[in-house]
């Protein structure tokens, strides 16, 4: 019965030190990892949004906000790289550059004014150098300037520039090409595939035209309906491998060799569109109702939409004081990443979701 008693006494003593033991070699564990992330945070003059915001949920895959300014983004790039940055044009010549993950504000650069000459002088390839993020690792894909908008490559080794309307000058390592663009009264959009150089124009009447690099595929009519009260557009993937454009109400997606593989008719006005760079994705804008809508790449079958409203509001908060948008405003910047990444911007609001946060739709099924 003593011996019995005296373990009992033992362990009722010994259990408790054990316990105050290990939690304080976890608390001891989790210090030296979060000096770690701290560091690795500073040494780049940067500090985590956790020292910010207490309980901030730090992680992958987070959905953010943040609000910028009360005047409308002009464009949202997806830049990749280690870590993938959301390029925010605040202004035409400024440009905010966010961690794509945490919504960590990277810094800022101001694009100067391009200089006079011609597009191949040694003064314009010390200006297209600098057409990068803060670290100079990646290429911006579109730059307006007051001497036209330039397209880049991911490699920086080939630039298309939009002169005006209806001229296209193409430079790859230091030779320029003027693009064909016989009949063209003017383009109303264009995109440039930033792997390959293959060039995607719609022009005033609806025609598709098709580049690659500097030498023309064809013109394609593709049944596109150009009404001037609604904008039409078009995006690559990388690579080429798919085109799809949009007027505004109705949505194609066309091989390289102009061929239509897919059309779908839309019951409400495009406001923009995007695509993921590997092509799987296409998410658009509503014009009127916000509403973001999500398609599968190849067939175009809705997959998924929410109002872009709900989303902003969802998504955590990176300032401890800001106001939602208003309800009645429309999207003005959209673009989409790999693994169903969205950003989308409203007047003032800039916002990283993801798919998974949005309504799923529900699918025809095979019958058995």
């Not at 979060?34 to 901030?56: E, L, M, R, V």
């Not at 006079?116 to 150098?129: K, V």
């Not at 019951?267 to 398609?295: F, K, L």
């Amino acid at each position: 019965m003593h011996n019995y008693n005296a373990g009992s006494h033992q362990r009722k003593i010994f259990h408790p030190l054990c316990y105050s033991f290990v939690s304080i070699l976890v608390s001891f564990i989790q210090g030296i990892a979060n000096n770690w992330q701290i560091k690795q945070q500073t040494d780049t003059g940067n500090a985590i949004i956790s020292q910010i915001i207490p309980n901030y949920p730090c992680g992958c895959g987070m959905t953010w906000r943040i609000h910028l300014t009360n005047r409308a983004i002009r464009e949202l790039h997806i830049l990749q790289g280690k870590p993938q940055q959301l390029a925010v044009w605040t202004q035409r010549n400024r440009i905010e550059f966010y961690d794509m993950e945490s919504g960590v504000l990277l810094g800022h650069r101001t694009i100067e004014p391009p200089p006079n000459g011609e597009f191949n002088s040694e003064a314009w390839q010390i200006y297209l150098a600098t057409l990068t993020d803060l670290r100079e690792r990646a290429y911006l894909p579109v730059v307006p300037t007051s001497r036209g908008t330039i397209h880049t490559t991911d490699d920086g080794k080939l630039h298309l520039f939009r002169v005006d309307d209806s001229s296209l000058v193409m430079m790859t390592g230091g030779k320029l090409a003027n693009l064909p663009v016989a009949g063209v009264e003017r383009f109303i959009a264009l995109d440039l595939d930033r792997a390959l150089g293959m060039v995607a124009a719609l022009d005033n009447t609806g025609k598709l035209h098709i580049y690659q690099q500097d030498i023309r595929i064809g013109d394609f009519d593709v049944g596109l309906e150009i009404d001037p009260l609604v904008s039409g557009s078009i995006v690559i993937s990388n690579g080429g491998g798919m085109i799809y454009a949009t007027d505004g109400r109705q949505i194609i997606v066309i091989d390289t060799g102009g061929v239509v593989l897919q059309r779908v008719r839309t019951h409400y006005n495009i406001r923009q569109i995007a695509c993921s760079p590997g092509g799987g994705m296409v998410v658009t804008s509503d014009n009127e109702s916000g509403v973001i809508r999500v398609y599968r790449g190849d067939t175009l079958i809705p997959t998924h939409q929410r109002f872009a409203v709900d989303l902003i509001a969802e998504a955590q908060q990176l300032q401890l004081l800001a106001d939602l948008p208003p309800t009645s405003v429309s999207i003005s910047a959209l673009t989409a990443g790999n693994r169903g990444k969205i950003g989308f911007a409203m007047p003032g609001v800039v916002c990283m979701t993801d798919v998974s946060q949005m309504t799923e739709l529900p699918r025809p099924q095979a019958l058995l």
